[in-house]
């Protein structure tokens, strides 16, 4: 699941014109990855269009992953 | 083909923008509560065309897995006009509170979730059209009508922060605000009161929903790539 999304985050700012941190791990806070809070919503998009689920429409409290591997944490659970 | 989802297409203006979508070379997915005989024969005129999708838009859990439902078997959408809304005629006064609840979950909540979940294949896309339609009555008011215009403004100011969001994305986000038209929906203004809108309007007549269906046309083409956050007025100049 994480490569996955980071292949994904990459393609997008790739699509985007967007320069992306070197060495994205679990720590990197995700508005500081290089992409903005339009490309997250791509992220989102395309990862709902991938894998048939949306986990934060899911949920019934509203969460904001603010590092990646809290973003990846909540799509493993999910998919799970 | 370009795919453009009309909400409340069964009637009124909504009809008319899927019958201008179809004479534009658009694929429309018609959305509405209940299948209307204009509809039907529009359907079978124009079967390549025009499908027809049934949704209660009062129903606002459901419209998620309505939006993936839709994107999933005609692919990802070009356009999307926000077109369904109900009007409760009443002074806010003696307005029932499930009329204005109703009012606010189906004017303003559902088309801002639907809004949410089609945008989502736009953004994938890097390209496409919203636009919401709004009333004149949003600006202008009307004795009667302060719920159904504060939903209309709702709408209006949706649009203009939305096409901040996302117009990095090639999505452009327009209003649509028409004038009185005669459609089920102005029903209640049939009579004196349509008349004296009539007689004040520059041109000495109403718009149509032909006329608010061409200035659709133009805000889903390509050629209004570099028009977003704006409202269009078509109201036969009565609020100029």
């Not at chain 1, 014109?17 to 992220?43: H, K, M, P, Q, Y």
């Not at chain 1, 429409?57 to 998919?79: A, H, W």
């Not at chain 2, 809108?197 to 000495?204: A, E, K, N, Q």
Request: charged letters at 20%; proline letters at 2%; a negative charge.
């Amino acid at each position: 699941m994480k490569e996955k999304i980071i292949n994904i985050i990459t393609e997008i700012a790739s699509d985007s014109g967007w320069e992306i941190v070197a060495n994205l791990n679990d720590d990197t806070v995700l508005l500081e990855s290089g992409l903005d809070s339009l490309g997250f919503a791509i992220l989102v998009a395309r990862l709902e269009e991938e894998l048939l689920l949306d986990p934060f429409t899911m949920m019934d409290e509203p969460v904001y992953p603010r590092t990646l591997g809290e973003f990846v944490k909540i799509y493993e659970n999910c998919s799970s | 083909m370009k795919i453009i989802i009309v909400t409340g297409a069964t009637r009124g203006l909504g009809l008319a923008v899927a019958r201008q979508c179809i004479a534009d070379g658009y694929k429309v997915v018609a959305v509405g509560r209940t299948m209307t005989e204009e509809l039907a024969f529009l359907l079978q005129q124009y079967s390549e065309c025009i499908d027809f999708e049934r949704y209660d838009f009062s129903d606002t859990e459901g419209i998620h897995l309505f939006a993936v439902q839709i994107t999933k078997k005609y692919g990802r959408p070009w356009g999307l006009v926000n077109n369904a809304a109900i009007g409760r005629d009443g002074v806010l006064a003696t307005l029932h509170e499930r009329d204005i609840a109703d009012l606010i979950k189906i004017n303003i909540e559902a088309p801002i979730l639907l809004t949410k979940y089609i945008l989502r294949p736009m953004l994938i896309n890097r390209c496409g059209r919203i636009i919401n339609v709004s009333s004149i009555i949003a600006t202008s008011g009307f004795n009667g009508l302060s719920v159904y215009g504060a939903t209309k403004a709702a709408l209006a100011g949706f649009t203009k922060s939305l096409a901040r969001e996302v117009g990095k994305a090639g999505i452009t986000v327009n209003t649509l605000a028409p004038g009185y038209m005669e459609t089920d929906m102005t029903s209640a203004l049939q009579g004196d009161r349509l008349e004296s809108v009539r007689r004040r309007s520059p041109l000495g007549h109403l718009a149509t929903v032909e006329d608010a269906a061409y200035a659709v046309s133009y805000l889903l083409s390509e050629q209004s790539s570099r028009v977003t956050g704006t409202t269009i007025t078509v109201d036969a100049g009565s609020s100029c």
